[in-house]
């Protein structure tokens, strides 16, 4: 009976998944509508959908379980991703929205090859070798998150799981393009906030309350309760809460969440959206850490924390409240897969066939391909989780920083500093994606663990700023930048 | 919960959000015609 609850929550998602795809198949018969939607998505959407996509199956939990383990040291977290958040919507979205808009860009490689003016194809092809390795990697990982929530849940098996989670991606994807994406995720992003919310709350009250809890995480260990946590206020305290912060860099610049600006209605949405994408953001964390320590307080000896979710949702639920929270699971795991193989897609046929190859195939027959290539980008995923390739494993490691570092501080660069140049952001791109790698194979663990994303982010600024200032700006382009700050207009 | 923690919690979310409105606000005003005795002025 149990099963059966669980099992029928989760067929009416599955169910409702399918038919947001069916419905938004209207707007993908060309690549504008494949790829963006068309650019009319209203605020809210962007909104969760950015969040949903920008916090995978680590939300609920990685996050969760870091709550479990470090107690409020994981507040430093909290805060890189509400800056992260803010300051992206606030100083990033409406110059890049304006620029994208006046381009005609649906991808970030075509916004990067516009803005330096660059025929060679040089932003992409780097950005296609730089999202299909990580994309491959990170789909495989979470569709091996999938086969083990599907086991684990329903007892499906691990294949069973990894086939049924790619199957309903790959539909709603193919099918309904960009759109059913973004209100997938929409979908996904307002569950998960649902059960991060309740789940502290439910919590804290079978712990017997606030006060019972704090005194039951300092009877456990008082580092729980310390900012700074076991490790006090040392270097690799310091190093530790630094490279939480860090986390918020991704936000600024990684290309699936720059998408959601770029499919934006107008401006407008983005002014609008900021809020609801910040507040979104501060309750899918406060309630995963608080989530984390209340779970603490109830299941002392896990020997896993990233395992505190389903068990608080097991234990402290009624069946039909478990099936919400593997549908929840599901959801984060989702949103991140749609939103990455549809991003590859992209990159293979707009940069790559349409622009870098000169393909003079119709619109909808690119169309036609994008939803095969997507296809094939997730067969890749399925074959690499079903066989546990190794190797590829192992880019899942840096698979987020990667983009991240690669991407991130040549759009900053690109946005703010009339000094940029075609040369500049080449190497920024290239050095803030190598370092990352480099940092996490030889030098990470030699020091304190320091989270790759600052090394990355900080060389690849360096390198575009270095490499710019001795080769010469387009003149066009400092114009352009000078005529999109002023239709943009001051922040405050 | 110590002190600190909740300080470090407040500006977290404080900082967020208090960044945020403040946008808003600011975005709002512009959109917002100027007072309508300069606009008249103006269409003279």
């Not at chain 1, 939990?61 to 870091?66: A, D, R």
Request: aromatic share 12%.
């Amino acid at each position: 009976m149990t099963s059966a609850t669980i099992l029928g929550v989760v067929v009416g998602y599955l169910l409702i998944l399918l038919a947001i795809g069916v419905w938004g198949g209207r707007e993908s018969g060309d690549l504008k509508g494949y790829y963006v939607a068309g650019k009319k998505l209203p605020a809210w959407v962007i909104a969760f959908s950015s969040n949903a996509t920008g916090e995978s199956a680590w939300l609920l939990l990685g996050l969760t379980g870091m709550g479990y383990a470090i107690g409020v040291h994981a507040f430093w977290i909290i805060l890189g991703e509400v800056l992260g958040v803010a300051c992206a919507w606030i100083w990033v979205a409406r110059p890049f929205k304006e620029y994208t808009d006046r381009y005609d860009a649906i991808t970030v490689p075509d916004y990067l090859t516009e803005r330096f003016r660059d025929t060679s194809h040089v932003f992409r092809w780097l950005s296609a070798l730089i999202v299909l390795s990580m994309v491959m990697a990170y789909t495989a990982a979470q569709l091996t998150a999938s086969g083990k929530a599907f086991d684990s849940f329903l007892g499906t098996g691990y294949t069973a799981g990894v086939w049924i989670g790619l199957a309903i991606v790959l539909f709603y994807t193919t099918v309904g393009g960009f759109k059913a994406v973004a209100y997938s995720d929409f979908l996904q992003g307002v569950l998960m906030l649902g059960c991060l919310v309740t789940l502290p709350i439910v919590g804290v009250i079978a712990t017997g309350g606030w006060g019972e809890m704090i005194a039951s995480l300092r009877a456990q260990d008082p580092a729980l309760l310390e900012p700074m946590g076991s490790y006090g206020l040392t270097t690799a305290g310091v190093i530790s809460a630094a490279g939480s912060v860090a986390i918020g860099l991704a936000f600024l610049g990684s290309p699936q969440l720059l998408t959601r600006f770029m499919a934006a209605r107008d401006q407008k949405q983005i002014v609008d959206g900021g809020f609801w994408a910040v507040l979104c953001v501060i309750g899918f964390d406060v309630g995963a850490v608080f989530g984390g320590m209340a779970g603490r307080t109830l299941f002392p000896v896990l020997d896993d924390p990233e395992t505190i979710l389903p068990v608080m949702s097991a234990e402290l639920f009624p069946a039909f409240f478990t099936g919400i929270f593997l549908v929840v699971v599901l959801a984060a795991i989702m949103s991140t897969v749609d939103s990455l193989l549809i991003l590859a897609s992209s990159v293979v046929v707009r940069d790559v066939v349409q622009k870098a190859l000169g393909s003079r195939a119709s619109e909808r027959a690119l169309s036609m391909l994008g939803k095969g290539i997507t296809v094939v980008i997730g067969a890749v995923g399925l074959v690499v989780a079903l066989l546990e390739v190794r190797v590829i494993f192992d880019f899942v490691l840096f698979a987020w920083s990667g983009i991240a570092c690669a991407f991130t501080p040549v759009v900053l660069c690109s946005l703010f500093w009339r000094r940029t140049t075609r040369a500049g952001a080449v190497a920024g791109m290239i050095v803030g994606f190598g370092t990352t790698v480099v940092w996490v194979r030889m030098f990470k663990a030699d020091f304190y663990d320091l989270y790759e994303m600052i090394p990355g982010f900080v060389a690849g600024l360096a390198a575009c700023v270095l490499v710019s200032l001795v080769t010469r700006p387009d003149s066009e382009a400092v114009a352009e930048l000078e005529s999109v700050r002023e239709t943009v207009g001051p922040v405050f | 919960m110590p002190l600190d923690a909740w300080l470090l919690l407040f500006v977290a979310v404080g900082l967020g959000l208090g960044l945020e409105l403040a946008f808003v606000r600011a975005q709002r005003r512009r959109a917002r015609p100027s007072n309508p005795r300069s606009a008249a002025e103006d269409d003279r």
